[in-house]
Structures are given as C-alpha cells and as structure tokens.
C-alpha cells in the first residue's frame, strides 16, 4: 500500500516549521487532545509526523512512512519506527492508548488504519483521534485551497459524523468529542479554551474505546 509521503519527505522543515508560526493554534490543540488522552501507559502515535504531539504529550512510540520527518520525532524523544498506519508492525493488544493527529486525512484507506489501532491497543484501551473538520470553517478554507497546498493536495478531508460512523463500523464506541479553533487560523492570537462536542471549532478531537 503506498503512502502519501513524499510532500513531507521533501517538505519536511516547511511542515515543521508551521507549529512556531501558529503557535497559539498549535497550543490550542496540544490542549484539545491533552484533555481526552490518558495521563500514563504505553502509548502509540500513528502519524507521528516530527513528534510535535508525541513529545509534549509523552507519547512513547510514534509511526509515520516519512524517514524525513521521523528524525524529527527521535530528536524530541518518541521510538520512532517507519511504517503506515494500514500496516502497524506490533503484536495485538500491545498499547495502552493510541493516537493520531491530523493523520486520518493522509492515509490511504482510514478505515483500515482505525481497525489497525483497534488490533494494537488492549481491551478497553482509547484510541484519540485529531483532525479538521471538513464542515467548519476552517476545514472549507483549507478545502478552498487544496489545489495549491503541498501538503492537503492529496488529503481526504472528513466530517466530524463520518469519523463518528468510521470508529463505530470497526468496533469502537463510548465516543468523546471536543472542539477548538473556531477563529480563522490568521486571526489567532491566544490559546483558545476547548469545547465539547463538534459543529464549531475546526479542530476536533474525539477519544473512543476499543
């Protein structure tokens, strides 16, 4: 299965670079996810990217097909192994918790990642899922300018109910939504406090139970 890595291979320091401009936005979302992920056990992040969420979060393990950006994520500290999410190279039942930011809308097939991270994670155990969401403001600005972003050219937004609808067809459930960024990312200036549930903020964060 190939995986859409080659904008962040060859874009890897742009990317990166993207959590020091947007710092209040960032921090906003360090939040979002902070409040629905456990506090300790072993942990996996599918998608771990440059480790920005892994590190602070104290994410043990992180997965990502990038080699560029999986330096990253080393450096800040997280086991950092390359492999796709549809493919995860761990026994069953071997996490605590799993996340994954901004992740499901760069696999080639989410639902088959989700069912990955159900077979990896022990009984009982939360998955925390991070995104945009394709119906907010936020989702359709970056929607207007797919075309031209190196990185969500070949992305496949989702709604906040199609996620839902994704966790429950491969077995999840107990759901958990919060919410943040409901200022245009431009206009961001502070840390924004989350919400409950989804509709408003452009980042949604939801935690289901395997």
């Known amino acids: 299965m190939k995986a859409k890595s080659h904008s962040f291979d060859a874009h890897h320091a742009r990317y990166d670079a993207w959590f020091t401009h947007h710092e209040a936005a960032y921090h906003s979302e360090l939040l979002a996810v902070r409040a629905l992920l456990p506090w300790q056990g072993l942990g ?39 492999a796709i999410g549809e493919a995860l190279p761990f026994k069953n039942a071997a996490f605590d918790f799993a996340l994954a930011v901004t992740t499901i809308c760069f696999v080639t ?14 009984p009982g155990a939360p998955v925390v899922i991070g995104f945009v969401d394709r119906d907010s403001n936020l989702g359709k600005v970056y929607l207007d300018h797919q075309a031209k972003n190196v990185f969500y050219r070949e992305a496949t937004f989702y709604s906040a ?3 839902n609808n994704l966790l ?15 200022t245009p990312l431009d206009r961001i200036r502070e840390i924004e406090a989350l919400r409950r549930g989804y509709g408003n903020g452009g980042f949604v964060v939801v935690s289901a139970t395997r």
Do not use: C, N
């Open 44 to 82: 996996l992040e599918i998608g771990v990217g440059t480790g920005r969420f892994a590190a602070p979060l104290g994410v043990d393990v992180g997965v990502d097909p990038s080699l560029s950006m999986l330096s990253y994520a080393a450096k800040r500290g997280t086991l950092a192994i390359q």
């Open 161 to 163: 109910p199609e996620v």
């Open 168 to 182: 429950k067809e491969v077995g999840f459930d107990h759901l958990t939504w919060v919410q943040t960024l409901s």
């Open 109 to 122: 097939d989410a639902k088959r990642m989700l069912t990955e991270a159900r077979r990896v994670l022990k």
